[in-house]
């Protein structure tokens, strides 16, 4: 999906995959958004691995 601006506090509680190279092979790995930063724009995502990243997902490959 693509994530359309202003999107930022509405992802809040969405799950989703993000796209990852890892060792060269492409993988999806899915997550929760749990917070928005206003201020920069970015997305905190918490991974069913135990990962934790903000993101700017609207940069990303990921869906919805």
């Known amino acids: 999906a693509v ?4 999107a930022g506090e509405a ?3 969405s ?6 190279k890892d060792a060269g ?3 999806w790995y899915r997550g ?4 928005f930063n206003a ?3 970015k997305h905190h995502v918490s ?3 135990g990962d934790k990243k ?3 997902l609207r940069g990303l490959d990921c869906s919805r």
């Not at 994530?3 to 202003?6: A, M, N, R, V």
């Not at 929760?32 to 917070?35: E, L």
């Open 25 to 27: 092979e492409v993988k």
């Open 11 to 13: 992802m809040v509680g």
């Open 54 to 56: 903000w993101h700017l």
């Open 32 to 35: 929760v958004v749990d917070r």
């Open 15 to 20: 799950v989703v995959s993000v796209r990852w």
């Open 39 to 41: 201020v920069d724009g």
């Open 3 to 6: 994530l359309l601006p202003g």
């Open 47 to 49: 991974y069913d691995d």
